[in-house]
Each structure stands twice: as C-alpha cells, then as structure tokens.
C-alpha cells in the first residue's frame, strides 16, 4: 500500500514497482484516513505500507498512531518515505512504530535501490 497525495510521487511509485517485479501489487491510498478505511474493507492485508508524512484529512504520524493501535494492523511493517530529512520527524515515526524510514531520492536510481531493499526480500 502506498498512502500519499503527491500524484507525481504516485506515477514514480508506480513504475518503480514495475520495474522491480511488474507482478507486484499495489494499493493506493490519498491520505491516512482513506488508508484506514481501506485496511478495514481487505480480506488480506498489504505486505507493507508505504507512508508520507505531510497529507491532508490526516497526516501520517497521526495514521500510524491509530494503525498501531489497532491489533488487527500492527504486524503490518511501515515504511516511512519522505521528502523530510528531520532527524526529529525520524526519531518520531520510530516511536510510532515505522519498521523503516526512507528518505525520496532525487533520482530514479536510488530511489529503485530504495525500495527494492524493502520489498526485494519478499520476492526471494
């Protein structure tokens, strides 16, 4: 799942999976609040979330709050991908509970070695 309103950063997301593996799967959520409505409609749960900071309707420190609260989401690994370089914001999300926090690349390069390293494993 990917939660973040940026249709730019959408596009980029979407061709890095592809090119990663084209039979990845993919939600995609605006905000925190449409994610959590969407988590509570699947039969199976993403294998990760993908997690902006900045969004409208409700952010993403306040959506991993609430996801961690909720039993049936924790095991759920987050994956913080940003534009924010703030060691603060990255001390927070850790005490939220974000298994990763990635910071978006400028190129496409680096951000495909990203996210590979997060869902690579997965493909083995």
Do not use: W
Request: proline fraction near 5%.
């Amino acid at each position: 799942m990917y939660v973040d309103d940026d249709s730019d950063d959408l596009i980029i997301f979407k061709e890095l999976l592809h090119d990663i593996n084209p039979a990845i799967k993919y939600l995609h959520a605006a905000n925190g609040k449409e994610a959590l409505e969407m988590l509570e409609e699947l039969v199976i749960l993403p294998d990760y979330i993908f997690l902006d900071i900045n969004m409208p309707v409700m952010d993403g420190q306040t959506f991993l709050s609430k996801l961690r609260a909720d039993r049936r989401f924790r095991s759920i690994p987050v994956i913080v991908y940003t534009t924010s370089t703030r060691p603060d914001d990255k001390k927070a999300f850790s005490n939220l509970g974000a298994n990763d926090y990635i910071v978006k690349p400028s190129t496409y390069v680096d951000a495909k070695i990203g996210i590979s390293r997060v869902v690579g494993n997965q493909l083995q």
